[in-house]
Every structure is written in C-alpha cells, then in structure tokens.
C-alpha cells in the first residue's frame, strides 16, 4: 500500500514540476478570466436593476456565487484532459501502461491534482489585484459548519470533473476524433453546472431533476453549499447522490478502460 502511494506521489511531484514550467500559461489565463468576470458584474448589475433581490438572494449574494466559481474553475475543473488521453491512445503511449504495474486513472488523476494545485493558486493572484475594487459588492462572511461540508462535496466534484473527461478520452478507442462530444459536454456542463446562472432560479421542478444529474455536482454544488444557496437537508442528500455519481463514473471508465484495451489490442494485432 505504501508503496503504491508513494509511486503516484512521485508521478504527482513530477507532474507539479511540468506544471510549474508552464506557470504563465495558467497565469495569463487567469488574469484574462477577470474580463468573464467583468462580464458577470456588468450583465447581473443590469438584470438586478430596480429588484433588491432575484430568486430570494441579493446582487451581492450573486457575484459572491460567481467569483467563488471562477476559483473553483481553476482549483477543481477538467482542463485538456481529455484531449490529452485521447493524444496518448492515439499515439500508442498508454502501450507503456499495459507493461507496468501502473493503474493509468490514477496516473491521469495524479497529474491532474497536481496542474490544479498550480492554476489554483494562480487564479488568486488576479483575484487579489482586483479585491480592492470589488470587496464592496462581494458577501464574505462564510459559515463554518458550510465549510465543512464543502470540503468533501470540492473533493467529489474534482472526481466527478476529472473522470468525465477521462471517459470522454476513452472513447478514443472507438472514434478517431472526440471533439464533437467533448463540445457537447461542454455545453451540457456549462447550463447545467450553474456557470451561465445559480441553478436554482429555475423553475422549482426542473431544478428538482436538476439534483439527480452529475452535472449540477461538477460546480453548482459546492459553490451553492458555502454561498448558503442551499439548506443543510438538500446539502445532506446531495451529498449522497454525488457520492452515488462518483461511484457510478468511476465503475463506467473502469468498463470503457477494459473495453477499449481489447479494442486496443485487436487493432494493434
């Protein structure tokens, strides 16, 4: 067990160092976030206009949703990773994986962990220069026992993020090109994880079959925890349900990965 650990610390370490290299790519995608978030104060500015609240929350209980957002994009959200294992099935490097005592989800994941610890903590840099001009309009004051229960609904939605894409990357093994569907999940994931609107202005029944899809767990969830969009009773069942979403996804690309070997290895024959 130790050992194992100690494998994927290393494939993290070495990730974080490839990572650190290409620091200014995630920095300068950072501070080009802080025109999208110029956006976001502009067109709710607008929309709240003459009405003090939307939906029961105020302007300012809104921003604070979508500046938290904009670091959880950074800290927990899927970057290329799909592209990038579809490039490594495409290119014949996951050959290597099949020779070695290497588990290729949680080499990816490593990796993964380790390029978000980096834009994480690079997204707070244009954060903080742009604090001073914000502050004003932002709610701040967090809850603890929120907190709390952020923490394992951030550490699912990394997972839930993550091994999406990893299951869009294996379908590589099947199709050539995987942009189109990528795309759509793009789009899916944009409308249905909160990132256009807070999930709950729709409309009470659709943002109730909303709860059951892995979409409004990827961002929405733990954004909506510590910004007190939602009660601690739909708090505790969406726990349980991303849990569910977890399990479930992580079994779907254990099926895609053994599908695809033999897909793989027949091709390769």
């Avoid at 209980?61 to 899927?78: E, K, P, R």
């Avoid at 495409?90 to 994986?97: H, K, S, T, W």
């Amino acid at each position: 067990m130790l050992s194992t650990l100690n494998k994927y610390r290393h494939v993290f370490l070495v990730g974080l160092q490839s990572n650190i290299v290409y620091r200014w790519n995630f920095a300068v995608r950072s501070f080009f976030s802080l025109f999208q978030l110029a956006v976001v104060f502009i067109l709710w500015g607008a929309a709240y206009r003459g009405a003090t609240t939307i939906g029961g929350f105020s302007l300012h209980d809104t921003l604070t949703y979508f500046v938290l957002l904009l670091v959880l994009q950074f800290l927990i959200g899927a970057f290329q990773e799909d592209y990038q294992i579809s490039e490594e099935i495409r290119n014949g490097l996951i050959n290597q994986f099949l020779l070695k005592p290497v588990n290729y989800y949680a080499y990816r994941f490593s990796i993964f962990v380790s390029a978000r610890l980096v834009s994480g903590a690079l997204v707070f840099i244009p954060l903080l220069c742009a604090l001073p001009f914000i502050h004003g309009d932002l709610t701040l004051t967090f809850e603890p026992w929120r907190i709390a229960l952020a923490l394992p609904a951030l550490i699912m939605s990394a997972l839930i993020q993550f091994t999406i894409a990893y299951c869009f990357g294996m379908l590589t093994f099947w199709f050539l090109d995987i942009q189109g569907f990528v795309i759509l999940s793009f789009a899916i994931e944009t409308l249905l994880g909160g990132q256009i609107f807070p999930l709950d202005l729709l409309p009470a029944k659709i943002f109730a079959a909303a709860q059951y899809l892995p979409f409004f767990y990827q961002m929405y969830f733990p954004a909506a925890i510590v910004t007190g969009r939602l009660g601690a009773e739909s708090i505790g069942r969406g726990l349980g349900i991303q849990l569910f979403w977890v399990l479930t996804l992580l079994a779907l690309a254990q099926l895609l990965w053994t599908r695809g070997l033999r897909r793989h290895t027949a091709v390769g024959g």
